[in-house]
């Protein structure tokens, strides 16, 4: 459950801000929705893993969603400049 709704959500984010990306560069502008994206992404996990992992209490449920979605914001934003760069040095 846990790798299947964070694999469709931040897919379809990662396809949204690889077009933008593509389109636009990266800039302050085009990351402009990425932290409002990412608060929604988690809202959305939080209430899946409340409903979806019936093993688990719902409070760890809520902390799973948060810390993944937590790391995985603060990696993204770590990589975006540099993956960026490389795919313009090979373009």
């Given at each position: 459950v846990f790798l299947l709704v964070n694999l469709v959500t931040q897919g379809g984010f990662a396809v949204y801000l690889a077009v933008t990306v593509l389109n636009h560069g990266v800039s302050g502008w085009s990351l402009i929705f990425?932290?409002?994206?990412?608060?929604i992404i988690t809202l959305v996990e939080l209430l899946l893993y409340r409903r979806l992992l019936t093993e688990k209490n719902k409070a760890r449920a809520a902390v799973y969603?948060?810390?993944?979605?937590?790391?995985?914001?603060?990696?993204?934003?770590?990589?975006?400049?540099?993956?960026w760069h490389f795919i313009v040095s090979i373009s």
């Open positions: 990425y932290i409002p994206i990412e608060v969603a948060i810390a993944a979605n937590l790391c995985s914001a603060v990696f993204g934003l770590w990589l975006i400049d540099p993956l």
